[in-house]
């Protein structure tokens, strides 16, 4: 009915009422078109302005959604997780009870992970269970099965290693090398060094590449026993072969070794890689280690170096640490680079000792001729404004001591104001062993005057050679006077002091030696046997 009408007012409807009426729509249409966009324009301009209380939707993405996987793939993945970490053994085993309590099948991936989490605890007995079970499910264990077994035996006797390549190779699992890896790193904590060089060989013949971290291991380990040839030579040869390369701290602990053997070789070629190429920064214990291989080597340019290498690490620069650079310079007859050491020292306020200069006096003690050219080098430095030290002149007069001249030694002590120093205890004491030598008491006399009137502190080895000197005497009285200015100054005599004046006193008749002996006994020291047997036959004689 409503259908008809329709197509009845159609049909009959006049024609120009019609028109009217669409031309009439048509304008109201585009009316609203027009107010609809300005409306839209408007509130497209006032959002671009959004009020601070209006917030999009908030949106938390679900890290944890997989979609639709099966049991067994959740528990994979579960599982691997677990194997990836540490200390997840706990987690692992409760997932295998709820597998079980689901009637779930484990696979291959489920055993390697329990696997796994068992070998990162070392428990050998429990991953040979879960092998046993593996073959019991009809599962047969692949190498990285075998992998763990190895590496769950880490802690345990070699027997368990040998144990697990046999079943390996009975399952026609051969190694590779990760399998060599474990190996060398079980055979390493015990510190088989010809063992592990044995495996890495046997690596080489099939064809197998060395893995980084067990040849490391390899190199401490022969670093660590004082083969350091051994450690550099591997090192090299791994880094000749393969374009990985050796970490900072294996470099370091070859440079340690080479240090401790004074392997010169090896400590310059590890100290140009570890501190020059990989800019590593060595402590201070290993800088000493190197300056000594230097001074037994005359390596000067090493030894400068380090010294500058201690300057930047913050070490404050002491006695000890130049005394192997001087030692350095001697050995290579370097000898105004040596002196020249002292005025660095006295420059920082550091007091050479006199076993600072000994390799210089070793030097010119062989014959008077480099005594003699020394004067020359003192020059030169002293036209360069170098201060020169007490300690040069020293070994002057040491090195002519020596050599029996104790003319030439008392003309160095006498040039020394014309360098511009001052003679210090060790000059006078030299000089008083050259007097000791030649038995020249005046001139030691005039020397203990000296050194009053120089404000010289004389030290007890001043005391012991002006007693010896006066016990070379025919009237030694001042032996006594001098041994008890010794006490009271609170320096015990030495050994040799007394025996020096029981010798006397036995020699001469003198029943003062006994005192001696008594005094000696009460110091703590022991007669010799030497001394007992001369004291009886003296007495006896008498």
């Given at each position: 009915m409503l259908a008809s009408s329709s197509r009845s007012v159609l049909k009959h409807g006049s024609r120009p009422h019609f028109t009217h009426s669409w031309r009439s729509h048509t304008v109201g249409v585009v009316c609203l078109i027009g107010q609809v966009y300005r409306s839209f324009t408007r509130r497209w301009q006032y959002s671009t302005t959004v009020s601070p209380k209006i917030r999009p939707w908030a949106f938390n993405q679900d890290s944890t959604f997989r979609g639709s996987v099966s049991q067994l793939a959740r528990c994979q993945y579960e599982a691997t997780s677990h194997a990836k970490g540490t200390r997840r053994l706990v987690p692992c085993l409760r997932l295998v009870r709820e597998m079980k309590r689901e009637h779930v099948r484990p696979d291959l991936t489920i055993y390697n992970s329990l696997l796994a989490c068992i070998a990162e605890e070392g428990l050998p007995l429990e991953a040979w269970a879960v092998m046993d079970d593996m073959i019991a499910m009809g599962i047969l264990p692949d190498r990285q099965s075998y992998h763990h077994v190895l590496h769950a035996s880490r802690w345990s006797?070699?027997?368990?290693?040998?144990?697990?390549?046999?079943?390996?190779?009975?399952?026609?699992?051969?190694?590779?090398?990760?399998?060599?890896?474990?190996?060398?790193?079980?055979?390493?904590?015990?510190?088989?060094?010809?063992?592990?060089?044995?495996?890495?060989?046997?690596?080489?013949?099939?064809?197998?590449?060395?893995?980084?971290?067990?040849?490391?291991?390899?190199?401490?380990?022969?670093a660590h026993l004082n083969f350091p040839r051994l450690a550099i030579d591997i090192a090299q040869n791994f880094e000749a072969h393969s374009v990985r390369r050796i970490d900072g701290e294996t470099w370091m602990s070859c440079l340690v070794s080479s240090a401790e053997s004074l392997y010169a070789d090896g400590v310059q070629k590890c100290w140009e890689k570890a501190i020059h190429e990989m800019n590593l920064t060595p402590d201070e214990g290993t800088c000493i280690a190197v300056l000594h291989t230097c001074a037994r080597h005359g390596l000067p340019d090493l030894a400068t170096d380090v010294i500058r290498v201690l300057r930047s690490i913050g070490v404050n620069w002491q006695e000890y640490h130049f005394a192997p650079l001087l030692e350095a310079f001697s050995r290579v007859?370097?000898?105004?680079?040596?002196?020249?050491?002292?005025?660095?020292?006295?420059?920082?306020?550091?007091?050479?000792?006199?076993?600072?200069?000994?390799?210089?006096?070793?030097?010119?003690?062989?014959?008077?001729?480099?005594?003699?050219?020394?004067?020359?080098?003192?020059?030169?430095?002293?036209?360069?404004?170098?201060?020169?030290?007490?300690?040069?002149?020293?070994?002057?007069?040491?090195?002519?001591?020596?050599?029996?001249?104790?003319?030439?030694a008392v003309g160095a002590y006498k040039a020394i104001r014309e360098y511009t120093s001052k003679p210090d205890v060790e000059?006078?004491?030299?000089?008083?062993?050259?007097?000791?030598?030649?038995?020249?008491?005046?001139?030691?006399?005039?020397?203990?005057?000296?050194?009053?009137?120089?404000?010289?502190?004389?030290?007890?080895l001043t005391y012991e050679r002006t007693i010896l000197l006066c016990l070379t005497q025919p009237t030694y009285e001042d032996a006594f006077f001098y041994l008890e200015e010794m006490k009271a100054q609170k320096i015990v005599p030495p050994l040799r002091v007394y025996e020096a004046i029981v010798r006397t006193c036995v020699a001469a008749g003198d029943s003062r030696y006994a005192l001696a002996l008594a005094e000696l006994e009460q110091c703590g020291y022991s007669l010799s046997k030497d001394l007992q047997r001369h004291v009886a036959t003296s007495g006896s004689s008498a």
């Open positions: 006797p070699l027997e368990a290693t040998w144990e697990t390549l046999e079943k390996m190779a009975d399952q026609g699992t051969p190694p590779n090398e990760q399998t060599y890896a474990l190996i060398i790193k079980r055979i390493t904590t015990t510190e088989g060094i010809e063992l592990a060089l044995q495996f890495m060989h046997e690596m080489s013949k099939r064809g197998f590449t060395p893995d980084l971290t067990a040849t490391q291991d390899v190199i401490k380990l022969a007859g370097k000898l105004k680079e040596a002196f020249g050491t002292l005025h660095l020292l006295r420059s920082n306020g550091i007091v050479p000792l006199p076993e600072t200069t000994q390799p210089i006096t070793d030097i010119l003690k062989r014959d008077l001729d480099a005594v003699d050219g020394v004067w020359k080098i003192l020059d030169e430095l002293r036209d360069e404004g170098h201060t020169i030290d007490a300690a040069a002149i020293n070994t002057i007069i040491e090195a002519s001591i020596a050599l029996g001249d104790l003319q030439r000059t006078f004491n030299h000089l008083l062993q050259g007097c000791i030598n030649a038995n020249h008491r005046e001139l030691g006399d005039k020397l203990l005057l000296d050194l009053k009137q120089a404000n010289v502190r004389p030290n007890a």
